[in-house]
């Protein structure tokens, strides 16, 4: 719970980042090809992230980067549980009944599925919920956006309408040219409205608009995110097994724990992370009652075609910057209960 505290501002960057809400303002195009167009991209990436938490402290108030923290304080206990409980004992379950009681990649593999799969749709609706949160300042904004475009069409003349007299048309030149020039060029913009919608609110909002399957937007790609679970178990019960293979099993050490842990849950993120797109995407509360992002292979296929291949990756330093130290502390206090629960 303290490092779902200590990371809160950063998973509300990543969340707005992956949205479509989020537009880069740089106009920054990076046209570098092979390893120096990676390493550049990575590198705004870290721009990205930092930019946007002075962003939203200095526009929202610093409440703003914890918004959704309720929904993670109350999901991810039962997340951890659900996760590592089915692990362990579905790996001893597996290897019992169908592997002559040896493990193996495969009983890895097929352990970190079913957990995966049970932990996603538990605890769906609360994501769904923390993703509204995080996102609702930007939803205010857009739909504010949306209603000055709408007022400002409504505002112009038909083309067939007669011209303006010259003289009407002096009238906005010499307003302007009295204007005095830093209240011309420096206008400061004004802050978008501060939600003040709490987890219950929203919750009850998305059932009165979208019934009870709004609670479950997103599922699709969790299950598909169910492979990054998998690849970091079995990458995590690899690495270990490779550092402890010379190790004296009497002294103990958490560096093997540590490192295993911390490589497996990059490698797995930086090869599966889309699919945290991709749910985001789906999760967002629609536009004006009409929902852009449907399903699992139409959102890829969207982003794909409007934002390219790298949108798949937005807010990615964050998410890593977050979930690395989280694994790394959450792996080694349960292989401390697993050395605790042999020695009882």
């Not at 550092?243 to 842990?261: C, E, G, K, N």
């Not at 699919?275 to 999760?283: A, F, G, Q, W, Y």
């Amino acid at each position: 719970m303290c490092g779902a505290i200590i990371t809160s501002p950063l998973d509300v960057v990543k969340t707005r980042l992956q949205s479509d809400l989020y537009r880069d303002r740089r106009g920054i195009q990076i046209t570098q090809r092979g390893a120096s167009g990676v390493v550049l991209r990575g590198l705004l990436h870290f721009v990205d992230t930092s930019r946007l938490l002075v962003d939203i402290a200095a526009r929202e108030g610093s409440g703003a980067l914890f918004k959704g923290l309720g929904p993670t304080l109350v999901g991810v206990i039962p997340a951890r549980a659900i996760n590592f409980y089915t692990y362990g004992n579905g790996k001893r379950i597996i290897a019992e009944h169908w592997h002559g009681g040896a493990e193996s990649p495969l009983v890895h593999l097929s352990a970190a599925a079913l957990a995966g799969v049970l932990t996603a749709t538990a605890t769906n609706p609360i994501w769904v919920v923390k993703t509204r949160l995080q996102l609702e300042s930007q939803q205010m904004e857009a739909r504010t956006r949306a209603a000055r475009a709408a007022a400002v069409g409504t505002m112009r003349a038909p083309a067939s309408a007669v011209r303006p007299s010259a003289a009407a048309q002096e009238l906005p030149r010499r307003a302007l040219s009295t204007t005095p020039w830093r209240h011309r060029f420096f206008q400061a913009s004004r802050p978008p409205p501060a939600p003040t919608t709490n987890a219950l609110r929203m919750t009850l909002t998305i059932l009165q608009t979208e019934g009870l399957r709004g609670l479950y937007k997103g599922l699709s790609a969790s299950y598909l995110g169910v492979s990054e679970s998998t690849i970091q178990w079995v990458l995590y019960e690899q690495l270990k097994r490779v550092q402890l293979r010379d190790r004296d099993p009497s002294v103990p050490s958490v560096l093997p724990t540590v490192s295993a842990a911390g490589t497996a849950k990059m490698v797995a993120t930086i090869i599966t992370y889309p699919h945290e797109v991709i749910r985001t995407r789906l999760r967002q509360e629609p536009a004006h009652g009409v929902r852009k992002y449907r399903s699992l292979v139409q959102t890829f296929r969207i982003v794909l075609r409007e934002e390219g291949a790298a949108a798949f990756y937005g807010g990615l330093s964050a998410h890593l910057m977050r979930v690395i130290p989280n694994a790394v502390v959450t792996f080694s206090i349960y292989e401390l209960v697993l050395r605790l629960g042999a020695t009882a």
